[in-house]
């Protein structure tokens, strides 16, 4: 019971930290690890829990998202192929080759969301820039491919590097490019869940737990999204990952 009650407070920590900052999985699945859980199974269970906050984070904006629907048709089959490409391989790889290169993924990861205010302001500053044109649409195939085997993997600091590349490929408003990225990293996490759902790696009481934590959090954190400071929390994260980054390195 205590365990479970550490990772449902983590999970509503991390829905707390998604709906602000972002990097909310830097804090759950380590908390999944402190536990006990193998890396694998951890990395199973974190993906099918938070998924209920991506979903309403794709339903808050879907105002923007539904009418982009030409870009929808040509990103989203790249998100599912990417996203269950990603999960067959978390799955085929074991669980002592995986936690080998856990320290590597919260630490990569750490890094992206450390990354995120200059890539915002990039995109915002190019999304007004006037006279520029966008490029082709199949310029964005491979890296948005890339980015969906990622989150399929491991997901941490995905929606940073598809936000950059979408930043790339297509001249829009900063918000719409962020509603084309969570309707993108939604359906990559929802393919990649699918195939975890029937893996046996999942653990389905600590999944339940969780994802009613990561619902409270979210919702409480879209409360007071404009009253506290994302940067103080996005910075405390990178803080976190960093620390259990090294952390697992050392150990290793």
């Known amino acids: ?23 909310g999985t830097l804090l759950s ?12 199974a951890a990395n199973v269970t974190n993906t099918l829990a938070l998924l209920p906050g991506y979903l309403g984070g794709t339903l ?16 989203l089959p790249l998100a599912v192929a990417g996203g269950l490409a990603g999960g067959i391989l978390l799955l085929s790889t074991g ?8 320290p590597v993924l919260i630490l990569a990861a750490s890094g992206i969301l450390a990354l995120q205010v200059p890539l915002r302001a990039w995109l ?16 964005a195939i491979l890296p948005l491919g890339a980015a969906a085997v990622y989150g399929g993997y491991f997901g941490a600091g995905l929606s940073v590097i598809v936000l950059a590349v979408l930043g790339i490929v297509y001249e829009e408003k900063l918000s719409r490019l962020n509603a084309l990225k969570q309707a993108f990293a939604f359906a990559a996490n929802i393919a990649a869940a ?8 999942a653990l389905w009481v600590e999944v339940v737990f969780m994802a009613s934590g990561a619902l409270v959090g979210g919702w409480l954190g879209g409360r007071v999204a404009g ?12 803080a976190i990952g960093l620390v259990v980054g090294l952390g697992y390195l050392l150990r290793a």
């Not at 808050?60 to 990103?75: E, G, K, N, V």
């Not at 915002?124 to 310029?139: F, H, I, N, Y």
């Not at 009253?227 to 996005?234: M, S, T, W």
């Open 1 to 23: 019971m205590l365990n479970i009650v550490i990772v449902t407070i983590a999970a509503l920590v991390a829905g707390f930290i998604n709906a602000i900052a972002g990097g």
């Open 60 to 75: 808050a904006q879907w105002a923007d998202i539904r009418t982009q629907w030409r870009r929808l048709l040509f990103i």
């Open 29 to 40: 699945f380590p908390a999944l690890l402190a536990i006990g859980v193998p890396p694998v």
């Open 227 to 238: 009253k506290l400071n994302p940067e103080i929390l996005r910075w405390t994260v990178v």
């Open 95 to 102: 669980e002592k080759s995986f936690a080998s290169i856990v």
């Open 194 to 201: 699918t195939w975890f759902a029937f893996s046996g790696k």
């Open 124 to 139: 915002r500053k190019r999304a007004g820039t006037e006279g520029s044109k966008e490029l082709p649409a199949v310029a």
